[in-house]
C-alpha cells in the first residue's frame, strides 16, 4: 500500500495506531537497509527502530510523493550516522592504543586483527581445548592451577593445550595468512 498525504494527516490528527501500519509493512525493508550498511544485526535493530521513531516524529515534515523512499532515506542516514560513530570509535581507540603502546597505527590495527582472528579460531575450537587455552594464556594460570579448578588431570590439561596449539596453527594457516 502506499500511503499519501491523506493518510499522514489521519495519523498526524490522532489515529496513531494507523502507524503501526506503516511499521508493519515496512518494518523488513528497514531492517534491510539498515544491515546493508552497519553490517551488525543488532545495530540494524537499533537503527530500524531509530528510523520508525524519527519517521514518527516527523511526519509533519512528509510533503507527499513516494512514502517508501521518504523512509529509507530516514533509514540510510540513520545507518550512516551509525557507521561514522562506530568509525570515530575505532579511530580512537587505535589512537589510544597507539600512545599508550607508542606503536604505530598499522602495528596496532594488525595485532587487533590477529587478535580478532584468534578469536575466530578459538571460537570454532571444541569448548575443552578453549577453555584451558584461555585459561592458560588469557588468565595466566599453571597447568596445575587449571587442572584442580577443572578437575583434571594435570597431564590431560597439557594434552588439551598441545592439541589446541596444533588446531590454531592448522587453522590460522588455512586462510593464507
Not at 570454532?124 to 581445548?129: Q, T, V
Amino acid at each position: 500500500m502506499e500511503y499519501d498525504i491523506g493518510f499522514v494527516r489521519q495519523i498526524l490528527l490522532g489515529r496513531r495506531d494507523l502507524f503501526e501500519l506503516i511499521v508493519l509493512e515496512y518494518q523488513n525493508l528497514v531492517f534491510t537497509v539498515c544491515l546493508n550498511i552497519v553490517k551488525n544485526k543488532s545495530d540494524a535493530e537499533n537503527m530500524a527502530q531509530e528510523t520508525f521513531l524519527t519517521a514518527y516524529r516527523s511526519l509533519s515534515d512528509f510533503r507527499g510523493g513516494n512514502f517508501k523512499s521518504w523512509l529509507c532515506r530516514i533509514a540510510v542516514n540513520k545507518s550512516i550516522d551509525c557507521r561514522r560513530r562506530q568509525s570515530r570509535f575505532v579511530v580512537e581507540e587505535l589512537r589510544d592504543s597507539v600512545e599508550q603502546d607508542g606503536d604505530s597505527v598499522e602495528e596496532v590495527f594488525e595485532r587487533k586483527e590477529r587478535g580478532e582472528k584468534l578469536e575466530h579460531i578459538l571460537a570454532a575450537l571444541p569448548d575443552r581445548y578453549t577453555a584451558v587455552v584461555r585459561a592458560f594464556y588469557y588468565s595466566q594460570l599453571p597447568v596445575k592451577e587449571i587442572a584442580r579448578r577443572m578437575e583434571l588431570p594435570e597431564r590431560t590439561v597439557e594434552t588439551r593445550l598441545y592439541r589446541a596449539k596444533k588446531l590454531i596453527r592448522e587453522r590460522w594457516g588455512e586462510d593464507g595468512s
